[in-house]
């Protein structure tokens, strides 16, 4: 992942630092992953003239720009890092890109998301790899701003809505979180069995 990053922002312009264009670039996705959770924070507290279908869809679309938004984030943090070193200065914006990992990481579990899937790649590693391709796919080109997104850029947010439907999105969390319990419940209390319920009602030997 890293190798990618490196290598796009080596042909744009060789790791030359404006920090100026960093800090806005990362302003820009910490804007569109707020407004997408307050959006989402809307759908689940607030909005109860939404149809249930249209609901759903608009939480999932939701969960998508959060995904879309922290990946673009993680691109551009790791870009910037690369631009800093060996310059002397510090860069440091762990605090905000720990808490949308947390925000990102409990929604998505909430709605009951894999996001670490048996013999599957991770969902943020997934997703990041779809925000690779796209960057990938736009013109390399020595400039000063930010890069123009071209026409073969393809926006990855449908496969990241695929990727999280595809992990068991559902959009009722409380169903999930209902289901969650009643694991936990089971698992903590095995069923007791009556010694009729074992083979031959239990050890024949003792029966008279």
Not at 49 to 74: N, R
Not at 107 to 123: E, M, N, S
Not at 140 to 166: C, Y
Request: aromatic content about 10%; some cysteine.
């Amino acid at each position: 992942m890293i190798t990618d990053i490196a290598k796009f922002n080596y042909l744009r312009n060789e790791f030359k630092l404006n920090k100026e264009l960093e800090e806005n670039m990362l302003i820009e996705e910490e804007t569109e992953f707020i407004d997408a959770y307050k959006t989402y924070l809307e759908l689940i507290y607030k909005s109860t003239d939404v149809a249930p279908q249209m609901k759903e869809e608009a939480i999932l679309d939701c969960l998508v720009d959060m995904v879309d938004a922290y990946c673009d984030y993680m691109y551009v943090y790791y870009g910037t890092l690369l631009k800093y070193l060996g310059t002397g200065e510090v860069f440091d914006r762990t605090q905000k890109q720990t808490l949308m990992n947390t925000i990102l990481m409990e929604t998505l579990v909430r709605h009951g998301i894999k996001i670490y899937d048996a013999g599957k790649v991770p969902l943020t590693d997934k997703a990041m790899q779809f925000v690779i391709d796209a960057n990938d796919n736009k013109p390399i080109k020595k400039t000063k701003g930010k890069v123009a997104k071209g026409k073969k850029w393809i926006d990855p947010k449908e496969e990241i809505k695929k990727l999280l439907e595809g992990r068991g999105f559902k959009a009722d969390y409380e169903e999930v979180l209902n289901n969650i319990k009643k694991k936990i419940e089971e698992a903590t209390n095995p069923k007791v069995l009556d010694i009729d319920e074992l083979p031959n009602g239990g050890d024949d030997e003792n029966k008279s």
